[in-house]
């Protein structure tokens, strides 16, 4: 497809398990991102990818989330011992490059998870 | 820390009516973005400003980056019922920080 794709759409979890959330962006994207973003509020910053580095993760709320891109392609955010405060949709966003400026962010339709 | 306000928060307004939303910071943005958001999807880039002042026009949405590049205005004319969702501001170069979103409804 020609635009990012999130899987799944919806995951509901138990609190306490692990869960695994995958995000394939526009293909040639170098940039990868994951936002939160919780009911009524606007998407929050969680981490930056460049290639297959984080190159920020300042927005990580704590060491249960963890994000991977091994290949530079697709990513998968990662959280631990899911707590219910972590229910929000998580949205991908891809671009064609980094910090250049203007550069614009695409974003997947999100993934949206409830901690039971 | 940077942040964007936007207001206002809730509009309901007719078919055919216009209406503008504001976003605002005390911050200076390099470029500000504008995105639409449906429920159950991800939000949809409108457009970009970059230059202070500068004016866009996307059919019958009108796009304003302030001079200081701090502020950034919508404005929908003779507003349609697909009109109707959850309008974003963004900025940022690549950590974008996100508006608290203004929920417009065209009601037929």
């Known amino acids: 497809g020609a635009g990012v794709s999130q899987t799944p759409s919806n995951k509901v979890t138990e609190k306490g398990k692990y869960v695994e959330l995958r995000c394939d962006p526009i293909?040639?994207?170098?940039?990868l991102y994951w936002y939160r973003q919780s009911l009524g509020q606007g998407p929050e910053f969680l981490i930056y990818?460049?290639?297959?580095?984080?190159?920020?993760d300042s927005g990580l709320p704590n060491d249960r989330f963890f994000a991977v891109r091994p290949e530079g392609s697709v990513s998968t955010l990662k959280i631990q011992r899911t707590e219910r405060g972590d229910s929000a949709v998580y949205l991908c966003?891809?671009?064609?490059?980094?910090?250049?400026?203007?550069?614009?962010?695409?974003f997947g339709p999100g993934t949206r998870l409830t901690v039971l | 820390t940077q942040l964007l306000e936007q207001s206002p928060q809730f509009l309901s307004i007719q078919e055919g009516e216009n209406l503008t939303v504001y976003c605002n910071s005390s911050?200076?943005?390099?470029?500000l973005q504008w995105y639409r958001q449906e429920p159950g999807e991800g939000p949809v880039l409108l457009v970009t400003?970059?230059?202070?002042?500068e004016v866009k026009k996307l059919k019958r949405l009108t796009f304003q980056f302030g001079d200081a590049r701090k502020d950034s205005s919508l404005h929908i004319t003779a507003a349609q019922p697909g009109d109707t969702g959850l309008y974003l501001c963004?900025?940022?170069?690549?950590?974008?920080?996100f508006g608290t979103g203004t929920r417009l409804k065209v009601l037929a």
């Open positions: 966003a891809s671009s064609a490059r980094g910090t250049v400026l203007g550069n614009e962010q695409f």
């Open positions: 293909s040639g994207h170098t940039a």
């Open positions: 990818f460049q290639g297959t580095g984080a190159a920020d």
């Open positions: 911050s200076v943005f390099s470029s």
């Open positions: 400003v970059v230059t202070g002042g």
């Open positions: 963004a900025g940022g170069t690549y950590k974008y920080i």
